[in-house]
């Protein structure tokens, strides 16, 4: 069974999200806390990360590069209220950039509100993948 790690700070969202993945054969656990949540990333293996950006403890940028430093084969999708496109990015030195330059470590981005039918078709995808 896969293991997915939810951080975000929304505990209905979590709830509704966790609830779905789990009729999708998925195995979830949840986090409300930055901090909490790459704790869990070290101390359980997971597939894949679904992670807010703003959240307490540690803001999801520090959770996104931490994880991908330590685990750079750990899929982690961003979940987030503010939206980022490759246009954004295009202009500008990403390197000095700290959020852009966190944000394309990720392996997927996904604006709020999104479609659970995305979301799910983006975690099958990346949890196929070597």
Known sequence: MNKILLIDDDEELCEEISEILRDE???IHSENDGLKGFRSIDAKQHDLILLDLKIPGMNGFDVLKAAKSK???LKIIVLSGRPFNKEMMQGKNVAEDYELSALQMA???ISKPYEIKVLLSKIKTLIEQP
Do not use: N, S, T
């Open 25 to 27: 054969g998925f195995e």
């Open 71 to 73: 685990y750079p084969k």
């Open 107 to 109: 392996d997927a981005v």
